[in-house]
């Protein structure tokens, strides 16, 4: 158990709707990572966000958005949903956010689009 | 970030060592080399990580040569819940995100 929390664990939705997931960080860690991975993409960086800043942007679609809270918890926000969107999407933490912490990932939410 | 070549797949008995290798030649001197591991479609696990020094925790043993250029990731013990995907991931600061770039990795089957 990593400490890292997601919700739902699973969600089924239809194309062109709007879904969010939760990710709730380590106690103490004040940066959160999302990643996105899919059968033909792999794992993929999305963006990352430091105590409540917005730190680097990945290849996240303009129709994702994410925002993080100021008790440190995290939403991933996928709207206009397509197909293609169905992955699992996997959230981490770590403490500081520079490139010696390391990331603790969540167990992830599967998201599937009909 | 420096690219890491795995190979694809590798199998070991269980009980005895995996030893699990990777190249980084382009690597540079301040750039890490992580190890995570994937079981099935769960959230990739933490394994260990090191910049030019062995590193030892109580999962594994990281090997790095001298010239920093590859590395081994070596679980002592292999058991059947070792069965993963291992990814070999070098990490910089050349970008303010500090995210981890994940390549394809290694499939590890740990044979009874």
């Known amino acids: 158990d990593s400490g890292v929390t997601q919700t739902p664990k699973h969600l089924i939705t239809a194309t062109g709707q709007r879904v969010t997931l939760r990710c709730s960080p380590r106690s103490g860690d004040l940066s959160v990572y999302w990643y996105q991975q899919s059968l033909d993409q792999g794992l993929q960086f999305l963006i990352q966000y430091y105590n409540g800043e917005e730190r680097a942007k990945g290849n996240i679609l303009e129709r994702f958005s994410a925002q993080q809270f100021p008790d440190l918890h995290s939403e991933l926000n996928l709207s206009s949903l397509e197909l293609g969107d169905s992955a699992l999407y996997f959230c981490a933490s770590s403490d500081r956010g520079s490139h010696t912490d390391t990331q603790y990932f969540g167990p992830g939410t599967r998201l599937t689009v009909l | 970030d420096a690219k890491t070549t795995q190979p694809p797949s590798m199998d070991c008995a269980e009980g005895r060592a995996a030893n699990l290798p990777c190249n980084h030649s382009t690597i540079s001197g301040n750039e890490y080399v992580y190890w995570y591991r994937q079981i099935h479609s769960q959230g990739p696990q933490y394994i260990i990580h090191?910049?030019?020094n062995n590193e030892t925790n109580e999962m594994a043993s990281l090997i790095i040569t001298e010239d920093r250029k590859s590395s081994t990731l070596i679980l002592p013990h292999a058991t059947l819940r070792d069965t993963a995907v291992y990814y070999c991931?070098?990490?910089?600061?050349?970008?303010?995100?500090?995210?981890?770039?994940f390549g394809s990795g290694t499939r590890l089957l740990v044979r009874p």
């Open positions: 090191g910049l030019k």
């Open positions: 991931i070098v990490r910089g600061s050349m970008d303010s995100s500090y995210k981890l770039i």
